[in-house]
Each structure stands twice: as C-alpha cells, then as structure tokens.
C-alpha cells in the first residue's frame, strides 16, 4: 500500500511540475494570440520595424536578433540596423567596430549600457559578421538633457556641429499626443517643467526617426531598437518618421510583462502591431 501511495503521489507531483513554462507569447494589436513566424511575415512588408523593448528584457534581445537574421534572410542581405543605445557622437567607434570588429576597442571609446555585453553584443556582433550595416540614432545625452533642464532654448547657441547630433531645429511636437501628455503630467509631478520634460523625450523621437529616414531607399528593411515607450500606441519616433518621410511602411511591436500569459491584458491592447507578453518573473539583466 505504501509503495502505492509513493507512486501516486509521484505521478500527480511529476504533472504538478512538469507543466509548460513559456517564456513569451505573442498577440496581435486586437489581442490573439499569434506566432513568430507571423510577425517575420508581417514585418518584411513594411521598410522599417520599431522593436520596442524592455530594456532589461532578455526574451526582447533573443527575438531582436532572430528577427534581424530573418530579415537578413528573406532581403537578400539588404537590411540596416540601429539603436537608440547609441548616440550620434558614438557612431565613429561604431563604424571602426564595424570594419575590425574589435570589440574591446569599442568599449574603450564609447560609453555602452551597463547591459551592453548581455544584451546589445550579441547582435552587433553578427551585424559586423555578416556586414549588415548598424548605425547610432540617438541625440547625444547632453543635449537632451539641456532641454529638460532649460526649454528649447538652451540649443539655440550651441554650433553647426553640435547641430549634427539632433534631428533638423526647429522639430515639430504635437502636445496632444498621449504619450506626450502622460509625460508632461509626470513632469509637474516631479516639480519640473511638464513641457520641457516631454520636449526632451521628443527631439530624441525626432532624431532617431530622422536618422532611420536617412537611410529609406538605400536598404530594403531598417530594424530599429529602442525602449517600448518610444513607439507605442503608434507614435513617438513612429509620429517623426512620418513626418519626415510620410509614404514610409511602419511596423511596430511592443513588450509587457503578465502574471498570466494566456491573455493580453486589457491596458496593453492596441500598444503595437504585435505584443510580446513575457512573464513578470523573467530574469532582468540590469
């Protein structure tokens, strides 16, 4: 009897244990549940896709990658791609990366994420192994950094080649979009100017979809990394680049965290084309 028991009680304990861990799912703007495979299919219809990730999300990084070989893949080589990971003042040592594929050099001349060697590497790695073009979109920090701290105004004395760091002066800004808005509101939160606070996060949109518009029509497809903020609901560097270029293709995914990953939460419908759903308990890399 008690042997009995033993095996009973492994059998329920071995299906207690041995029950499907996913790691990510993902869903469709409207909330079904899709594949990778469709979102490779989708993408490779639009000239630009905007990753945005969790900055501390491995599952983003993994996908990133598979995404750009699958692009690569299915363009006959023709892809570029970049990040918000890296200001513009960086994209000298990124280009020399490029080309000698040290990256030990790289490191010693820029600045990198706390995260880079996890996260950021691995792809920019195979970009250089396979000469896939990888460019820097960011406005340098300072600059945006200044428009927090003193309005618009603090860019007005700074030179031509400062200029060249930051998307063409002056940018639009439409203060009525809603990723906007919940910035200026953060902004009076934190007792500071709730306008400047999203004009700082703007001209960053604005020149990172300005640099990825430089180079429409030179390649097939630009894959674009950057924090989930900067292109949900369809706008931020989504908003500029049709502003820049508006016959422009746009694909744009999104990345949340669930207890549950069966069924997209209600607040993360309509984020994004396609949404990533990792659960809350993934291990964070920074």
Known sequence: MRQLLLFAWLIL????????LPAYQIFTSKGKKTTFKALVDASVKHDVVLFGELHDNPIDHW?????????YAKSDSNLCIGAEMFELHQANALNRFLQNGDLEQLKDSAKLWSNFDT???????????????????????????????KGLASLDTISEPEKQLMCPLPFPFDSTLSQY?????????????????????????????????TQLGTYQHFLHLNGAFHSD??????????????????????????????????????????????????????
């Open 13 to 20: 304990s071995t299906g207690t244990f041995a029950q499907d």
């Open 63 to 71: 996908l990133q990658l598979e995404l750009a070989k699958a692009l």
């Open 181 to 213: 808005k919940e910035l200026i509101q953060m902004g009076k939160e934190m007792h500071a100017s709730g306008i400047d606070f999203a004009l700082a996060q703007a001209i960053k949109d604005a020149t990172m979809a300005y640099r990825i518009c």
């Open 233 to 286: 609901y369809f706008q931020g560097i989504m908003w500029y680049i049709h502003h820049y270029q508006p016959n422009a293709s746009v694909l744009t995914i999104s990345t949340v965290s669930q207890e549950d990953l069966k069924k997209l939460g209600k607040e993360s419908l309509g984020k994004a084309d396609f949404i990533i759903v990792t659960p809350v308990t993934m291990t964070k890399t920074m």
């Open 119 to 149: 996260d950021y590497a691995p792809l920019l790695v195979w970009a250089q192994e396979n000469h896939v073009n990888y460019i820097a979109t960011n406005i340098t920090r300072k600059y945006a950094s200044a428009v927090f701290k």
